[in-house]
Every structure is written in C-alpha cells, then in structure tokens.
C-alpha cells in the first residue's frame, strides 16, 4: 500500500480488452499514473503490452497484487470474475480500481465491501458515465443550491451496442452479458450521482427482441428516490436510431462521427462465418505499438440526451458542457476541455485520492453494490411485472476538493515510464 510521501499510483493492468482500451489514453498522460505491471489470459496481448511499457507480466491477480512494486490493481476482466479477484487483491492490501459493475450479484458485491473494510485498501469502481466532466459539474452546481432540488432526471440512449462483436458469454444474462449489467449501470450511476444515490423503489420493462441475440437489448425503468425526485431511464441497443443524432454526431468517447444506422449489424452479417465473431471482438484489445489516439476535434464523453429538471432550471448535459434553461432563456456553462481522448481522467483523480491521500472514493464498494442492486430490482421488475422496493442503497458522498494532474501532462512518448 502507498506511504505518505508517495507522489504515484502504481497502477496493475488486469485485462486488455475494451474498456482498457478507453482508458489507457488518460493513464499515460497522466503524471500522477504509471503502469507498473500486467496480466491478461491471452499471452500475445500480455507479452506485447509487457514489452511495450517495460513491465512485468504476472500470471494471476494474485501475483500482480503481491508484487511490492504495485499499489492498485484494475480490473477489466469479465464481469462474473470481478467480485472474486477483488476480495484478493484487497487481501493482500492492494487498493482496487474494477469496472463495472463491481459483480453481478449484490451479494458478491458485498463480499467485496468487507474485504475494503477488513484491508483498509479502497475500492474505485468506474469508468461509468458519472465520472463525465459536465456530469460532475452539473452536481456541483445543484449543490451550490442556486437551481433548486431536482425533480425529475431523464436518461435517453439509443445505439448499436448489441451488434458490436460479442464473445458468447456477453449474450448471456446469466453470465453478464446484455445491457443490464454494461450500459445501464451508466444509466443508474449518472441518476443516482444527481439524485442522492438514495433509490427508493424500481418499476421496468425490459426486452429481448431478437432472437440471434438472446438477452436484454433495451428497457424502460423508472426509479423513485427517497428524497422525492424521479428518474426515467430509457436505453435501446438495436442499431436503429441513435442518439447521437441529438449531440451533433458526436460519439460516446466524444469523437466527431458520421450516420451510419444499422452498419453495426450489417458488420456482423458480413461475417463469412458467426464463430468469427469473437476474434473480431479480440481484434479491439491491445495491438503491439499502441499510441493514444490525437484530440481532433473531440468534445466530453457523453451517455445519450441526459436532462435534469430542477425547482428553477431544467439542464442538459452533452459533449460540449451544460445548457441551463431558466426565465432568463439558455446559458453556457463552460467545462474544462478533454485531458484525453477519450477522457476518463476524472476515474484517476478518484483513484489518486484514494491510493494517495486516503480518501475512499463516493464510487466506492457500498456505492457500487447500490448500483448492481438497482440493475438486479430492473430484472425482477421486468420479469414480474412489479414494483421492486430495495434495501442495499448508500448516500451520495461528496468528494473532496478535486486533485488536478500536474500542469505540464506527461509526454505519451514516455509510455509508462
């Protein structure tokens, strides 16, 4: 674990596949960051990162954790091993950045709750959509007071995530695959962030409505919060209409893009074969030589129309900052430009905090089993058509002042250096 005077997070790669993939550009620009080790299941993918960084590559989580040269570890493996190479990092006292979501159980989550506790090593569960920079600059402005309470929150998400290339298990419900446990856990943090965290009840319809692709591609929920706010939740991942539509063309990771309805599915029916599938999904991870991507024209990472409807205001938030709507018309409220592309520097100022300085993260492990907890009640909800009341949810935390990255950003030349 780190010391007082430490000044870096020595940070563990666990995994090289996709979500790595969104958040390496932030890692090595970042001074207050350096990859510090490396495991992953394909030896190419892990010899070749090994090499390119020049770090170790171990061959368990375990090892990784317990090599003294590593502080934190980050899990970007699949979702059903999540809870359990958590609770062993955090054995070992190894501080604990996972995807989401934390597990796909509230169960297995809570395991992992008492493995920080027992350790003291802090959890960081991210790269969701509430770490955008205008997401977490809309709740500091709800929380200087001026806007109100919020009253009513909608989430709006129409894509192709059910056509981009899946290995099988990411068709399974059962095994986490679907929308429910990789997109809308973006949903229900972004809602939870800006509504206190506290969801009272949940009432869902969700729908498979193809066959060839048996699991939850789209859902209508919506959740009420203790403190009296609503949120709408609506996502379809069917490659028919998209919500970039609304944004500009401009994607999730906040590139500029051109239409192309349906090209995601097109894609896979040009396959010469389905089992080409998952090599095609393979072909996303680490490649030998990687370099970050250049900012060209890229706006903030964005999760679809997000709209908060307040006492005073209603405030949309998008690629390109807030838009607050009140008596006096529309205004801008400027938010700091990307760091990275895409950017997801502000997981690493949790993370920072946390190794660093010892202060837990608001996306820690109780706050991560309150997120699976609502995706679990959107299952049952859907399936048993009721309303689902729950019992696992944890408070928004404020942060503390926010850490910024060194003024001069690492040179990405310098690799992990």
């Known amino acids: 674990m780190s010391t007082g005077s430490q000044t870096r997070v020595r940070l563990g790669m666990v995994g090289l596949g996709g979500a790595t993939m969104q958040l390496l550009p932030s890692i090595v620009t970042d001074e207050r960051v350096e990859i510090a080790g490396v495991v992953d299941a394909d030896e190419r993918a892990r010899r070749d ?6 770090v170790p590559a171990h061959e368990s989580v375990e090892a ?51 493995a920080s506790r027992a350790s003291g090593a802090h959890v960081v569960v991210g790269h969701t959509h509430a770490f955008d920079r205008p997401v977490r600059a809309l709740r500091d402005l709800l ?21 981009r290339p899946r290995r099988p298990e990411e068709l399974d419900t059962r095994l986490g ?16 962030l800006l509504g206190g965290g506290l969801v009272r009840s949940v009432r869902s319809s969700a729908f498979v409505l193809d066959p060839s692709r048996p699991t939850e591609g789209s859902h209508t929920t919506f959740l009420d919060f203790e ?15 998209d919500t970039d539509e609304l944004t500009g063309w ?106 660093v ?22 299952l049952a909800s859907s399936r048993e058509r009721r309303e689902v009341t729950l019992a696992h949810q944890v408070p928004r935390r404020r942060p503390a002042v926010a850490v910024s990255p060194d003024p001069a950003p690492r040179d990405p030349a310098a690799r992990g250096a």
């Open 49 to 54: 990162f090994a090499d390119d960084f020049a």
């Open 64 to 114: 990784l954790a317990a090599d003294p040269g590593v502080d934190a570890v980050y899990l970007a493996t699949p979702h059903a091993l999540h809870a359990d190479q958590a609770v062993a990092a955090l054995a070992q006292g190894t501080h604990v950045l996972v995807e989401k979501p934390l597990s796909l159980t509230v169960a297995d989550c809570l395991r992992v709750v008492e």
């Open 143 to 163: 929380d200087h007071g001026d806007l109100g309470e919020v009253a009513m929150i909608t989430s709006f998400n129409y894509g192709s995530f059910l056509y």
């Open 177 to 192: 695959g679907g929308i429910m446990f990789n997109q809308v856990p973006h949903q229900v943090d972004l809602v939870r």
């Open 227 to 241: 403190g009296g706010a609503v949120a709408s939740l609506v996502y379809s991942g069917y490659d028919r209409f």
């Open 250 to 355: 401009i994607d999730e990771n906040g590139a500029p893009r051109r239409p192309d309805h349906g090209s995601a599915t097109r894609a896979l029916r040009a396959l010469p074969s389905p089992a080409d599938e998952p090599a095609l999904k393979a072909a996303r991870g680490y490649q030998r030589g990687w370099a970050p991507p250049v900012a060209d024209g890229h706006q903030h990472p964005h999760f679809g129309l997000l709209l908060v409807s307040c006492e005073r205001a209603d405030v949309r938030v998008g690629p390109s900052g807030l838009q607050v709507y009140d008596i006096d018309g529309m205004r801008e409220v400027p938010v700091e430009p990307v760091a990275a592309v895409p950017d997801k520097s502000a997981v690493l100022d949790d993370l920072y905090r946390a190794v």
């Open 357 to 378: 300085l010892d202060e837990p993260s608001p996306h820690d492990a109780a706050w991560g089993a309150a997120t699976v907890e609502v995706c679990e009640a959107i």
